[in-house]
């Protein structure tokens, strides 16, 4: 299977003061087109850091971060904005919905904005609203919709531009278990059905169950994997998981 993402050696170092923090300190790691991969670590391990520069949100220190074999890292301003916009999907804990806009609406607003025209755009997100179980919400605004419904919207918005890479932070984190299950099913559904490529951050041993691959951050490091999360229960993910973030 191809490379869809290399980092090498990523670290990113913060400033505050006199003090630094070292909050990735030599990441590397490969995913596969078609995998699902997720991170899991404590607070403060660097997840949501190493996402962000995955997701060209934000420059590393040092190191590398090959996306379809062009490094995100050294290109201009422009030209990873334009990276981000075409070839990015990203997914947040907060849905981030425009509260004004009906849910396709929604989904259609970043294409708009990036120059595509709204009747190509229109019927698209229609499928990909349909393809995340949202067909008969189409025309709801945020405030009409379940947390789980936003977070589905969110995902067809991620998926408009047809990403090489959807990248998700926590997006379970405000839902309930109910909820938070049904995302993962979707997300598990993207990857088997629709061949996409996803990386998610997550806490919750329940959810990382559904990723082939989950990868274990601490203090910034890469300190193991686990291969077999798929054949775990939850309980399993979590014992596991725990003796390697020890
Ligand atoms: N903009 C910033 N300025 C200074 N320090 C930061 C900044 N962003 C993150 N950090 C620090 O870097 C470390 C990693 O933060 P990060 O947000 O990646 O953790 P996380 O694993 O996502 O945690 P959580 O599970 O709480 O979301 C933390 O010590 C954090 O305080
Ligand atoms: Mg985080």
């Known amino acids: 299977m191809s490379v869809i993402l290399q980092v090498t050696d990523l670290k990113k170092t913060f400033r505050l003061g006199s003090e630094s923090i070292h909050a990735l300190d030599g990441v590397s790691m490969e995913v596969h087109a078609g995998e699902f991969v997720v991170i899991m670590g404590a607070s403060g391990s660097g997840k949501s850091t190493l996402l962000h520069l995955i997701g060209g949100l934000d420059l590393p220190t040092s190191g590398q971060i090959a996306i379809e074999g062009e490094d995100i890292a050294s290109m201009s301003d422009r030209k990873r904005t334009l990276f981000r916009r075409s070839r990015l999907g990203v997914v947040f804990q907060s849905f981030n919905l425009l509260p004004t806009l009906s849910a396709v609406e929604n989904v259609t607003l970043p294409a708009l904005i990036g120059g595509s025209r709204n009747g190509d755009m229109h019927s698209h997100a229609r499928d990909l609203l349909d393809s995340v179980d949202m067909g008969h919400r189409m025309s709801h605004r945020p405030q009409a919709l379940s947390g789980g ?78 291969n077999d999360s798929r054949k775990l229960d939850a309980s399993l993910v979590a014992t596991r998981y725990t003796e390697l973030a020890r």
């Open 149 to 226: 419904e936003q977070q589905r919207v969110a995902i067809a918005r991620a998926l408009l531009n047809d990403p090489a890479l959807l990248l998700a932070d926590e997006p379970t984190g405000n839902l309930d278990s109910h909820h938070a299950e049904a995302i993962w099913t979707l997300l598990r559904g993207l990857v088997d059905k629709q061949n996409r490529t996803v990386i998610a951050v997550t806490h919750e041993p329940i959810g990382a169950r559904f990723a082939d691959r989950i990868v274990v951050l601490k203090d910034g490091k890469i300190v193991g994997a686990i």
